[in-house]
């Protein structure tokens, strides 16, 4: 089992990540003294450790795949033998009960800045899904969906700075402005896909921010919007702390409202179309389906998501500008997407976890924070290519009546 071939190659693997994070690993520069540090233990910390990782990871691979081949259980194996178990509704009503009180506990136990930065990952679980609708059911790469989530926020923004229009009823205004941006966007596109798809999507995005950005009279400019309300509740005064864990609560309702709306129209006959649009579009005309409808409804569906976090980000910030709404936000709700698994929904609820909290929580690395959260994310890519949780395809049969 430990082979040559073995060693050889967790070598190789291990100098090649050495040589990808030398410049960020060995050099530092003193800007002050004008001098260059170079740390060459910590390459050789990042080789051994690469190189034991890369070892290790190939050995356990074969070491399962022998044992499967020999029909011996191993740890999946007994995962899935325990499949019905877990399957039972005792055990889905008492997992279901203790992830219900864990999410009313939660606010009650934590402080100011747990909670802001959990409902930051509620916001991006509902960014995730919205575009989940866009790319991974229906195929269409959508590089400019930050542009919908801007057009919530500064709907929300501007109804109450110029009409006084309160939070509540911003909320569904902000994301119908956005559905209406998503069918906007969605007729100029219809004949596009792959690439040139992307490079549409993406210019749009930064159209929207760049008129944000410039346009003064109606967007403010650079300087954004500033002292946005907060939600309020049947006129009660509350101070920060009893607001953030009313706009948490009020994430918590919409991420349930959009986690079941999203499961629905995935099994649902829109739903089936998306994915065979994705799957074949030509083959889906062929058909009779209405591809253009098709299209047109997930980037409105898709939008509508998007604005109603835009609207939750305003009201929770009570500041925002263009800087808020780059492309790298859009980049990162792909790569929720992506991660987490292309139409899973509990893949991209995780992954939304994982890119938002795990950030947060590695702040003690410092300056080694991004370059432990890249090489996760390099790692999964590398081999786990479908996602975190890879959506099962949907086999529909029909048994026919029995005599």
């Not at 399962?64 to 191993?74: G, I, L």
């Not at 549409?200 to 403010?220: D, H, K, M, P």
């Not at 650079?222 to 002292?227: A, E, K, W």
């Not at 929770?316 to 500008?321: A, G, L, M, P, R």
Request: a positive charge; one cysteine or more; hydrophobic letters at 55%.
């Amino acid at each position: 089992m430990f082979s040559i071939k073995n060693m050889t190659k967790a070598f190789f693997i291990s100098l090649w990540i050495m040589i990808l994070t030398f410049p960020l690993a060995v050099i530092k520069v003193n800007t002050i003294d004008k001098t260059v540090n170079w740390r060459w233990f910590n390459l050789i910390y990042i080789g051994i450790i690469t190189f034991i990782t890369a070892f290790l990871w190939d050995y356990f691979l074969k070491r399962n795949k022998e044992d499967n081949d020999r029909k011996k259980k191993s740890f999946l194996n007994i995962i899935a033998d325990k499949k019905k178990y877990f399957n039972r509704p005792e055990f889905k009503t008492l997992f279901y009960g203790a992830l219900f009180v864990v999410i009313m506990v939660f606010p009650f136990v934590s402080g100011l800045y747990q909670i802001n930065v959990m409902t930051t990952a509620l916001i991006y679980v509902m960014l995730g899904l919205g575009l989940n609708i866009v790319v991974g059911l229906g195929g269409l790469l959508n590089l400019g969906y930050v542009a919908f989530y801007a057009v919530g926020a500064y709907s929300y923004a501007l109804l109450n700075k110029h009409f006084g229009i309160n939070f509540w009823i911003a909320l569904p205004i902000g994301a119908l402005f956005s559905m209406l941006f998503g069918l906007i966007i969605g007729f100029p596109v219809l004949r596009l896909r792959g690439d040139y798809l992307a490079i549409v999507t993406l210019a749009f995005g930064e159209i929207v921010r760049i008129v944000l950005e410039n346009w003064n009279e109606f967007s403010f400019g650079p300087s954004g919007i500033s002292g946005i309300p907060r939600p309020g509740l049947f006129g009660l005064k509350m101070n920060l702390m009893q607001n953030s864990i009313l706009i948490y609560f009020i994430m918590i309702v919409l991420t349930a409202i959009t986690v079941f709306v999203v499961n629905r129209l995935e099994n649902s006959r829109l739903g089936r179309t998306w994915v065979a649009m994705r799957e074949d579009e030509i083959a889906c005309q062929t058909m009779g389906i209405n591809v253009t409808k098709a299209k047109l409804t997930a980037f409105a569906l898709g939008a509508l998501w998007a604005g109603l976090a835009g609207v939750m980000f305003a009201a929770k910030t009570t500041f925002i500008n263009p800087a808020s709404f780059t492309i790298w936000e859009s980049i990162i709700i792909l790569c929720i997407v992506v991660l987490g698994g292309m139409g899973s929904i509990l893949g991209v609820i995780i992954a939304s976890f994982i890119l938002i909290i795990l950030p947060e929580s590695l702040r003690f690395f410092s300056d080694y924070r991004m370059l432990v959260f890249g090489a996760i994310l390099v790692v999964m890519m590398i081999f786990r290519p479908g996602g975190i949780i890879n959506a099962k395809r949907k086999v529909y049969q029909y048994k026919g009546k029995k005599d």
